[in-house]
């Protein structure tokens, strides 16, 4: 598998990065405000452990193309199984956060046999009314289409007081870059991806799911409440349930080596399961 940056998949140009040469494949799935370059640090640990590791943008995100007209969700789920044939690749551990973590979930529930591991974290299973109303009031953020004040009205709600408090020149220089990153398409690409997942109920359809299931959740994600991944926990057979501590919505930065840990940790014990069977 080659690392090529785009290829055209359902009509528009989808940006992936591949790293690694091992036979087993971790995919990572962006949360809404993510890209493949969010994963920068993540990767070398990943690939050291002898994992392929396939980071794609979602269609409005990253270095992927900009929709022309609204979709939902589910599209997201036929370009990533697109891709994935375009590369050959027959199986892979899924592994998503946030938003990201939405789209795994629907992708397992109807791809599974393309699944050898799901990996979810800091997601919910349904679109609540208080992830509703966040999710308006970021939406209303994203209209003033500046790119500082936009960090500043959401940066409380991901990151942990515990970080926000601990970590000041992060959080401005943060502020600093998004300011001059983001633009005018950035924030209509944005708004698309947000009024994707409306309609997102999977509460009745998570007992579905056949993938060995590894759940991450952070105990002061003031988005992700833990009662919602406990709510998953008890209708996916069989999965495993981790509480990160001390860590908010975006716990892959926030605790990247305890968040690294369990996913490399996960992956080993369904390795070994798979060669005691």
């Known amino acids: 598998m080659k690392n090529m940056p785009k290829k055209i ?4 140009e989808i940006n992936y990065e591949v790293d690694g040469s091992g036979e087993e494949v971790l995919v990572i799935l962006n949360g809404i405000m993510m890209s493949t370059v969010s994963w920068a640090e993540h990767v070398p640990v990943f ?6 590791v396939l980071r794609v943008d979602f269609r409005d995100q990253g270095q992927s193309g900009r929709a022309e007209a609204p979709y939902t969700i589910e599209q997201h789920v036929e370009d990533l199984q697109q891709l994935l044939e375009m590369l050959q690749v ?4 899924l592994h998503g956060i946030s938003y990201g973590g939405q789209v795994a979930l629907l992708f397992a529930l109807k791809y599974p046999g393309l699944v050898q591991s ?3 974290a ?3 299973p349904r679109l609540t009314n208080y992830l509703r109303g966040i999710g308006e009031g970021w939406d209303e953020a994203a209209k003033l289409k500046d790119g500082r004040n936009f960090f500043r009205i959401i940066a409380p709600s991901i990151y942990s007081n515990l970080f926000f408090e601990s970590n000041s020149e992060f959080l401005k220089e943060r502020e600093n870059m998004l300011a001059n990153l983001l633009d005018e398409g950035w924030f209509d690409a944005y708004l698309r991806l947000s009024s994707s997942n409306s309609k997102f109920n999977l509460l009745d359809r998570l007992c579905e799911i056949e993938a060995p299931t590894l759940l991450a959740a952070a105990d002061r994600d003031a988005v992700t409440p833990i009662e919602e991944m406990r709510a998953m926990r008890d209708r996916i057979n069989g999965a495993k349930f981790v509480l990160i501590p001390d860590s908010g ?4 930065y926030e605790k990247m080596d305890e968040y690294n840990l369990l996913i490399l940790g996960f992956i080993a014990l369904v390795r070994a ?4 069977s």
């Open 118 to 120: 799901l990996i979810i």
């Open 9 to 12: 998949i359902n009509n528009i």
């Open 47 to 52: 690939t050291a452990n002898g994992l392929r």
């Open 249 to 252: 919505h975006v716990s892959c």
């Open 122 to 124: 800091n997601t919910v």
């Open 273 to 276: 399961k798979k060669q005691r």
């Open 90 to 93: 027959r199986q892979v551990h």
